[in-house]
């Protein structure tokens, strides 16, 4: 829904997310987008084609969950000459801490909670147990979803393009079910199997494929205790596992003690990289040689 400037405001405050609208064209007729995160500029520019212009995406993998994160000039710029900006939602701690400010800084932009619709997951362990999980990219049927507000977001914004965010959506969606099956087929033999993992950001996926992780981390950005890492070193020999993931931003030292503890090895896998598909065929893949043994 299209609220009037002069109702967003106070909607804002009581709902923390909007959806606002500029259908003002830029002078090259292409939308510029703002995504709180990388593989949100996939689904963003898969859905919108050519009528996309510039994807400016913001926290970086190496930011963990972006809550202390300062935005850079350039992209403070970008979000002023945004369009559209596609949130994580699902309370995802960098928009929770910097919306108002970007709100502020482009009051006539669209602002989308790409959550909503999703069965969202709460953390059950550590010092954040009860709050929402926000890693819901991570898991394809959860995209699936996220594309479709993102289309609904573009249309309202660009109704002129509808035809053409419409049939790129079905035709990523299609992909996108088509990545479900294969991943869920290449799963099943593994049916609730364990992966030892520090930061444990695939809950989505997990809870999609019948898989348990076993977290290093026992809170974000923080080193886990060395109590923490030999209870994980007793919990992953008890399960017989011999493979530790990691992300690529993960200080690699608490991984590689929990595998060589495990008599194991350290294996990187990407839940931020931006070629969405590809990914997750990747992650798939990896997993199972990991669970081969």
Not at 45 to 72: F, K, L, N, S, W
Not at 120 to 138: D, F, Q
Request: a negative charge; glycine letters at 6%; one cysteine or more.
């Amino acid at each position: 829904m299209i609220i009037g400037a002069l109702l967003l405001s106070g909607a804002m405050l009581a709902t923390g997310y909007s959806i606002w609208a500029n259908s003002e064209p830029n002078e090259n007729g292409k939308m510029s987008v703002v995504v709180t995160l990388l593989p949100y500029k996939d689904f963003v520019e898969q859905v919108g084609g050519d009528r996309i212009g510039e994807v400016t995406d913001i926290v970086p993998i190496q930011a963990g969950c972006g809550h202390d994160y300062e935005m850079t000039p350039k992209q403070m710029k970008a979000v002023s000459g945004a369009r559209l900006y596609v949130a994580v939602g699902a309370s995802h701690e960098f928009e929770e801490a910097n919306l108002d400010k970007i709100r502020e800084q482009n009051p006539d932009m669209t602002i989308v909670d790409t959550s909503e619709g999703i069965s969202l997951l709460t953390i059950t362990e550590g010092e954040e147990a009860g709050a929402t999980n926000p890693h819901v990219w991570t898991s394809p049927r959860n995209v699936i979803i996220i594309v479709q507000n993102i289309c609904t977001a573009l249309i309202k914004a660009d109704p002129a393009g509808t035809s053409i965010y419409e049939s790129n959506r079905d035709a990523f969606i299609r992909e996108l079910s088509q990545l479900d099956n294969e991943t869920r087929d290449a799963l099943k033999p593994y049916s609730n199997r364990t992966l030892c993992i520090y930061h444990p950001a695939w809950p989505y996926f997990a809870r999609d494929y019948n898989l348990t992780q076993l977290p290093i981390e026992e809170v974000e950005e923080q080193a886990p205790s060395p109590q923490r890492i030999q209870n994980v070193i007793d919990e992953a020999k008890a399960l017989h596992l011999t493979v530790v993931y990691r992300s690529p931003a993960d200080d690699p030292s608490s991984s590689e003690t929990v595998a060589e503890g495990i008599g194991g090895h350290v294996v990187v896998i990407n839940h931020m990289a931006e070629d969405y598909i590809n990914n997750i065929h990747d992650v798939t893949i990896t997993l199972v040689n990991g669970f081969k043994g």
